[in-house]
């Protein structure tokens, strides 16, 4: 029997950042052992990369979806795998997270090379030519998705329209203290037929430098400002924050009652650092112990370092009394703050006051940065405030499945509770 030429296949070529894809490399040798190797750099020109080992079967092909890695940065079946176990190539990257502030597409490398080389092997300039290479490209934005920058009064961000008239769920999106404006996942969640604003609060354009103090008069004016537009469904708004984002977001939807539906993902239920300047009063911020923080190889463990909001009640925010359906997602494998204990009291609360409006998922072995799927896995990185590495927690492929429910459900939870029954003309 003869064989082709070694061929990587990755289908399709090109997608959506948040779908999962197929890959193989056919026309090798019965039995042949190869290494895949993925590859992808960041807005920081970060490179990141994974390497795993095969074996090809009887036909001479290798069918990542089925066949099981064995060793590498992953080992057994993993069908996204190469891309998820993407990690910093160097150890000047290490505990470096896979950072875009822009929504261009991002590039994957794939090649394939005789045999089961090390990691030293592959990052040797003098390496073996790989026996096939491919790309693919995974983007942000589909096609017709509009990316609108905002300067609206004192509001600053990015918004991204779905292609189609609409009218469609409008959306806040909140990330934490990174600060700036992200704008990766309001682009995705226009894609899947979503509006979506990414807005920032600190750090960006003439916005303030810290985040200190913050006030609720900005938010409501980001509220009215995607009220306005004419492709979002009325009268009513969510909310999607993570971390820091997570608390504005239960805020919003306490003290704006255009805000009905939000989604936290490992967020406090107290206001964390920030003060909130309310129309009448303010809720305090919730410190950090820094006596309680852990350092363990060099990374700072701050599991225990947040005070507990049962002792500090002054700084809870009461989303008791907010007529707002909320969803928690919780990583049970959280390391940057007690995420599942926090989640506990908001439900609590809720429950006390006769609330059923929620819904918790909890995921076992996932770390704090729930993203999109597919999102290179960071397990700890450099933090903005804390000014050193922090552990984020978590494990690979629990992570990545949490993710991939974690987006479904974040999908799934907007459009039931922000679109009107019958009105929506848009595609989803």
Same mark, same amino acid.
């Given at each position: 029997?003869?064989f082709?030429?070694?061929?990587?296949?990755?289908?399709p070529?090109? #997608?959506?950042n948040?779908?999962a894809?197929?890959?193989?490399?056919?026309?090798?040798?019965?039995?042949q052992?190869?290494?895949?190797?993925?590859?992808?750099?960041?807005?920081?020109?970060?490179?990141? *990369?994974?390497?795993?080992h095969?074996?090809?079967?009887?036909?001479?092909?290798?069918?990542?979806?089925t066949?099981?890695s064995?060793?590498?940065?992953?080992?057994?079946l993993?069908?996204?795998? !190469?891309?998820?176990?993407?990690?910093?190539?160097?150890?000047?990257?290490? &505990?470096?997270?896979?950072?875009?502030?822009?929504?261009?597409? &991002?590039l994957?490398?794939?090649?394939?090379?005789?045999?089961?080389?090390?990691?030293?092997?592959?990052?040797?300039?003098?390496?073996?030519?790989?026996?096939?290479?491919?790309?693919?490209?995974?983007?942000?934005?589909?096609?017709?998705?509009?990316?609108i !920058?905002?300067?609206?009064?004192?509001?600053?961000?990015c918004? *991204?329209?779905?292609?189609?008239n609409?009218?469609?769920?409008?959306?806040?999106?909140?990330?934490?203290?990174?600060?700036?404006?992200?704008?990766?996942?309001?682009?995705?969640?226009a894609?899947r037929?979503?509006?979506?604003?990414?807005?920032?609060?600190?750090?960006?354009?003439?916005?303030p430098?810290? *985040?200190?103090?913050?006030?609720?008069?900005?938010?409501?004016?980001?509220?009215?400002?995607?009220?306005e537009?004419?492709?979002?469904?009325?009268?009513?708004?969510g909310v999607?924050?993570?971390?820091?984002?997570?608390?504005?977001?239960?805020?919003?939807?306490?003290?704006?009652?255009?805000?009905?539906?939000?989604?936290?993902?490992?967020?406090?239920?107290?206001?964390?650092?920030?003060?909130l &300047?309310?129309?009448?009063g303010a809720?305090?911020?919730?410190?950090?112990?820094?006596?309680?923080?852990e350092?363990?190889?060099?990374v +700072?463990?701050?599991?225990?370092? +947040?005070?507990?909001?049962?002792?500090?009640?002054?700084?809870i925010?009461?989303?008791?009394?907010?007529?707002?359906?909320f969803l928690?997602?919780?990583?049970?494998?959280?390391?940057n703050?007690?995420?599942?204990?926090?989640?506990?009291?908001?439900?609590?609360?809720?429950?006390?006051?006769?609330r059923?409006?929620?819904?918790?998922?909890?995921?076992?072995?996932?770390?704090?940065?729930?993203e999109?799927?597919f999102?290179?896995? #960071?397990?700890?990185?450099?933090h903005?405030?804390?000014?050193?590495?922090?552990?984020?927690?978590?494990?690979?492929?629990?992570?990545?499945?949490?993710?991939?429910?974690?987006?479904e459900?974040?999908?799934g939870?907007?459009?039931?509770?922000?679109?009107?029954?019958?009105?929506?003309?848009?595609?989803?």
């Amino acid at each position: 029997m003869s064989f082709e030429a070694a061929k990587v296949v990755v289908e399709p070529a090109s #997608c959506l950042n948040d779908e999962a894809v197929s890959l193989s490399v056919d026309g090798l040798e019965p039995g042949q052992g190869i290494t895949l190797e993925a590859s992808m750099t960041d807005g920081r020109g970060a490179p990141f *990369f994974s390497y795993s080992h095969y074996k090809a079967d009887d036909n001479g092909r290798v069918d990542v979806n089925t066949m099981e890695s064995l060793g590498g940065s992953y080992k057994g079946l993993f069908p996204m795998g !190469p891309i998820a176990s993407l990690s910093p190539m160097l150890q000047k990257h290490k &505990n470096t997270r896979f950072f875009k502030r822009d929504v261009k597409p &991002n590039l994957v490398t794939l090649s394939a090379f005789k045999g089961h080389l090390s990691h030293d092997e592959l990052l040797d300039e003098n390496r073996r030519e790989p026996l096939s290479t491919t790309s693919h490209t995974r983007h942000y934005m589909a096609p017709g998705v509009q990316r609108i !920058p905002v300067h609206y009064g004192s509001v600053r961000g990015c918004l *991204f329209l779905p292609p189609g008239n609409g009218p469609f769920p409008g959306v806040i999106d909140l990330f934490g203290v990174a600060g700036g404006l992200l704008e990766y996942r309001s682009a995705q969640l226009a894609s899947r037929g979503i509006v979506s604003f990414a807005l920032a609060y600190f750090g960006y354009d003439d916005l303030p430098k810290t *985040f200190e103090e913050l006030n609720i008069s900005y938010f409501e004016e980001a509220v009215q400002f995607l009220l306005e537009h004419e492709k979002v469904v009325k009268p009513n708004l969510g909310v999607l924050g993570v971390s820091k984002g997570a608390d504005l977001a239960l805020s919003m939807a306490t003290f704006i009652p255009e805000v009905t539906a939000v989604v936290s993902i490992n967020g406090c239920i107290s206001s964390v650092v920030s003060k909130l &300047n309310l129309h009448n009063g303010a809720i305090p911020g919730l410190e950090f112990d820094t006596a309680r923080v852990e350092i363990k190889n060099g990374v +700072m463990d701050s599991y225990e370092a +947040m005070n507990n909001p049962l002792d500090y009640p002054e700084t809870i925010i009461p989303i008791e009394k907010a007529n707002v359906d909320f969803l928690f997602l919780v990583s049970r494998g959280d390391r940057n703050w007690k995420s599942e204990m926090y989640a506990d009291i908001a439900v609590e609360r809720l429950e006390k006051a006769g609330r059923k409006n929620y819904k918790v998922h909890k995921y076992p072995g996932a770390g704090h940065h729930i993203e999109p799927p597919f999102f290179p896995f #960071c397990q700890a990185s450099y933090h903005r405030s804390a000014g050193r590495n922090v552990l984020w927690g978590g494990k690979l492929r629990p992570h990545l499945e949490a993710e991939v429910h974690a987006w479904e459900a974040t999908l799934g939870f907007f459009r039931k509770h922000l679109l009107n029954s019958g009105v929506h003309k848009g595609k989803l």
